[in-house]
């Protein structure tokens, strides 16, 4: 549960990230930019902030997937059911990148 509690102010900023930007799609290509460009950055960003702050959990990626599954009847289609596994694989990238700064940094000082 504490895990749940540490994870959650993240997970809350891609629920934001997930379910607001979508709103600034007004066609294809602005559709395209937001899917293959911010989602994924702002994806790695807040997982790698996890990563440093956080221990590493996988459990991390799995939420952030999930998060992204209503969006797809919500604002898209079932076509875009690939950048699921997308977004899991980064977040898990970010969050071990993060989590190996963050020892490295630990070890340092």
């Known amino acids: 549960m504490t895990k749940l509690k540490g994870m959650l102010p993240f997970l ?33 960003a807040l997982a790698l902030a996890y990563g440093l702050m956080r221990p590493f959990s996988p459990l991390y990626a799995l939420f952030c997937a999930l998060l992204f599954l209503p969006t797809l009847w919500i604002f898209f289609n ?11 694989a980064i977040a898990l990238l970010g969050s071990g990148i993060g989590a190996l700064i963050a020892k490295g940094l630990r070890r340092v000082s």
């Open 78 to 88: 079932e076509s875009a059911w690939v950048y699921i596994p997308a977004y899991g």
């Open 12 to 44: 809350a900023g891609m629920l934001a990230v997930f379910y607001l930007l979508p709103l600034l799609v007004r066609d294809t290509g602005s559709g395209m930019f937001v899917l293959l460009g911010l989602v994924p950055l702002c994806c790695f």
